[in-house]
Protein backbone atom coordinates (compact mmCIF):
# COMPACT_ATOMS: atom_id res chain seq x y z
CA UNK A 1 0.00 0.00 0.00
CA UNK A 2 1.07 3.28 -0.97
CA UNK A 3 1.28 6.33 1.69
CA UNK A 4 1.91 10.02 0.50
CA UNK A 5 3.44 12.47 3.05
CA UNK A 6 3.22 16.38 2.44
CA UNK A 7 5.93 17.21 4.29
CA UNK A 8 5.45 21.26 5.13
CA UNK A 9 7.44 23.62 6.30
CA UNK A 10 5.55 25.96 8.25
CA UNK A 11 5.21 29.63 6.36
CA UNK A 12 6.44 33.18 7.51
CA UNK A 13 6.51 33.58 11.05
CA UNK A 14 7.08 36.35 13.59
CA UNK A 15 10.22 34.70 14.98
CA UNK A 16 11.24 31.79 16.32
CA UNK A 17 9.53 31.73 19.75
CA UNK A 18 7.03 28.18 19.97
CA UNK A 19 4.06 31.33 20.86
CA UNK A 20 5.09 33.27 16.98
CA UNK A 21 2.52 34.13 15.22
CA UNK A 22 2.23 33.63 11.74
CA UNK A 23 3.13 37.43 9.68
CA UNK A 24 0.83 39.14 7.72
CA UNK A 25 2.43 37.41 4.85
CA UNK A 26 2.86 34.44 6.53
CA UNK A 27 -1.32 34.03 6.55
CA UNK A 28 -1.21 34.84 3.27
CA UNK A 29 0.88 32.09 2.49
CA UNK A 30 -1.11 29.65 4.48
CA UNK A 31 -3.73 30.42 2.26
CA UNK A 32 -1.80 29.94 -1.38
CA UNK A 33 -0.69 26.33 0.37
CA UNK A 34 -4.38 25.43 0.62
CA UNK A 35 -4.79 25.95 -2.82
CA UNK A 36 -2.15 23.38 -3.66
CA UNK A 37 -4.36 20.83 -1.59
CA UNK A 38 -7.84 21.62 -3.42
CA UNK A 39 -7.24 18.60 -6.02
CA UNK A 40 -5.72 16.38 -3.44
CA UNK A 41 -7.06 13.79 -0.90
CA UNK A 42 -5.49 14.32 2.64
CA UNK A 43 -7.06 12.49 5.45
CA UNK A 44 -5.46 13.91 8.01
CA UNK A 45 -3.70 16.97 9.21
CA UNK A 46 -0.84 16.53 11.29
CA UNK A 47 1.25 19.70 13.10
CA UNK A 48 3.67 20.58 15.49
CA UNK A 49 2.76 22.10 18.65
CA UNK A 50 3.94 24.86 17.57
CA UNK A 51 1.61 28.00 16.96
CA UNK A 52 3.34 28.84 13.52
CA UNK A 53 2.83 25.27 12.61
CA UNK A 54 -0.79 24.84 13.67
CA UNK A 55 -1.94 28.06 11.75
CA UNK A 56 -0.41 27.10 8.58
CA UNK A 57 -2.33 24.36 8.62
CA UNK A 58 -5.55 25.49 9.82
CA UNK A 59 -6.57 26.91 5.80
CA UNK A 60 -6.24 23.35 5.06
CA UNK A 61 -8.19 22.19 8.03
CA UNK A 62 -10.90 24.20 7.14
CA UNK A 63 -10.81 23.50 2.79
CA UNK A 64 -11.15 19.84 3.71
CA UNK A 65 -13.22 19.96 6.89
CA UNK A 66 -10.51 17.84 8.98
CA UNK A 67 -9.08 18.29 12.36
CA UNK A 68 -5.70 19.60 13.16
CA UNK A 69 -3.90 17.04 15.55
CA UNK A 70 -0.79 18.50 17.05
CA UNK A 71 2.21 15.95 18.04
CA UNK A 72 5.15 17.75 20.21
CA UNK A 73 7.64 15.11 18.20
CA UNK A 74 7.33 17.58 15.53
CA UNK A 75 8.20 20.78 17.11
CA UNK A 76 11.27 22.50 16.47
CA UNK A 77 15.05 21.10 17.30
CA UNK A 78 16.66 22.98 20.00
CA UNK A 79 20.07 23.66 19.34
CA UNK A 80 20.92 25.58 22.67
CA UNK A 81 18.71 26.85 25.38
CA UNK A 82 22.12 29.62 25.76
CA UNK A 83 22.00 32.50 23.38
CA UNK A 84 24.54 31.55 20.51
CA UNK A 85 26.09 34.68 18.80
CA UNK A 86 27.68 32.12 16.32
CA UNK A 87 24.64 29.42 16.18
CA UNK A 88 24.90 29.62 12.34
CA UNK A 89 28.34 27.98 12.40
CA UNK A 90 27.17 25.72 15.45
CA UNK A 91 24.12 24.66 13.55
CA UNK A 92 26.18 24.18 10.51
CA UNK A 93 28.99 22.00 12.50
CA UNK A 94 25.68 19.60 14.06
CA UNK A 95 25.22 18.34 10.52
CA UNK A 96 28.58 16.88 10.28
CA UNK A 97 28.97 15.79 13.83
CA UNK A 98 25.29 14.63 14.04
CA UNK A 99 25.66 13.61 17.80
CA UNK A 100 27.45 17.39 18.66
CA UNK A 101 25.47 18.64 21.58
CA UNK A 102 25.48 22.05 23.10
CA UNK A 103 23.87 23.15 26.74
CA UNK A 104 20.29 22.67 27.04
CA UNK A 105 19.80 21.47 23.41
CA UNK A 106 19.46 18.03 20.93
CA UNK A 107 22.07 16.69 18.68
CA UNK A 108 20.58 16.03 15.27
CA UNK A 109 20.50 12.14 15.77
CA UNK A 110 17.90 12.83 18.80
CA UNK A 111 15.76 15.51 17.17
CA UNK A 112 15.92 13.71 13.83
CA UNK A 113 15.12 10.03 15.79
CA UNK A 114 12.05 12.10 17.40
CA UNK A 115 11.43 13.25 14.04
CA UNK A 116 11.18 10.26 12.77
CA UNK A 117 8.82 8.63 15.24
CA UNK A 118 6.16 10.90 14.39
CA UNK A 119 6.64 10.07 10.70
CA UNK A 120 6.50 6.27 11.40
CA UNK A 121 3.17 6.61 13.92
CA UNK A 122 1.48 8.48 11.02
CA UNK A 123 2.74 5.93 8.18
CA UNK A 124 2.08 3.07 10.20
CA UNK A 125 -1.47 4.71 11.22
CA UNK A 126 -5.28 4.70 9.22
CA UNK A 127 -5.35 6.93 6.05
CA UNK A 128 -3.28 7.18 2.85
CA UNK A 129 -2.48 10.32 2.13
CA UNK A 130 -1.06 13.25 5.25
CA UNK A 131 -0.07 16.92 5.32
CA UNK A 132 2.28 17.33 8.30
CA UNK A 133 3.25 20.90 8.89
CA UNK A 134 6.72 21.22 11.19
CA UNK A 135 9.51 23.54 10.88
CA UNK A 136 13.15 23.99 8.85
CA UNK A 137 15.68 22.18 10.79
CA UNK A 138 13.54 19.25 11.65
CA UNK A 139 12.73 19.17 8.60
CA UNK A 140 16.22 18.83 6.71
CA UNK A 141 17.10 16.05 9.45
CA UNK A 142 13.67 13.96 8.52
CA UNK A 143 14.85 14.40 5.08
CA UNK A 144 18.48 13.46 5.46
CA UNK A 145 17.71 10.32 6.97
CA UNK A 146 16.21 8.99 3.58
CA UNK A 147 18.61 10.99 1.23
CA UNK A 148 21.85 11.27 2.74
CA UNK A 149 22.59 14.00 0.20
CA UNK A 150 20.50 16.28 2.13
CA UNK A 151 22.12 18.52 4.37
CA UNK A 152 22.94 22.16 5.85
CA UNK A 153 23.17 24.03 2.16
CA UNK A 154 19.58 22.31 1.82
CA UNK A 155 18.63 23.13 5.03
CA UNK A 156 20.08 27.38 4.15
CA UNK A 157 17.65 27.15 0.58
CA UNK A 158 14.68 26.21 2.31
CA UNK A 159 11.43 28.51 2.33
CA UNK A 160 8.65 29.88 4.14
CA UNK A 161 6.71 27.85 3.48
CA UNK A 162 8.42 24.50 1.40
CA UNK A 163 6.98 21.37 0.59
CA UNK A 164 8.10 18.08 0.13
CA UNK A 165 6.11 14.89 -0.78
CA UNK A 166 7.60 11.85 0.59
CA UNK A 167 6.48 8.42 -1.05
CA UNK A 168 6.29 5.13 1.08
CA UNK A 169 5.68 2.01 -1.52
CA UNK A 170 6.47 -0.50 0.57
CA UNK A 171 10.43 -0.55 1.23
CA UNK A 172 10.82 2.30 -1.47
CA UNK A 173 10.43 5.83 -0.26
CA UNK A 174 10.78 8.65 -3.07
CA UNK A 175 10.86 12.05 -2.33
CA UNK A 176 9.79 15.24 -4.35
CA UNK A 177 10.60 18.97 -3.68
CA UNK A 178 7.24 20.80 -4.51
CA UNK A 179 9.18 24.00 -3.57
CA UNK A 180 8.37 27.39 -1.80
CA UNK A 181 4.63 27.62 -2.75
Known amino acids: MTKTIYLIRHCEAEGQWPDAELTKKGTEQAEQLKKYFTYRNIDKIITSTWKRAV ?19 LQERKLSSKDMPDWFEK ?14 GESSRTAQQRGLEAIESIVNGKGDSFAVVTHGNLLSLILHYYDRKIGFEDWKALRNPDLFVLTFDQERITIKHEGDL
Not at 55 to 70: G, V
Open 55 to 73: NTAKPLSLLKNKPIHTDKR
Open 91 to 104: LKNTFIDHDLTFDG
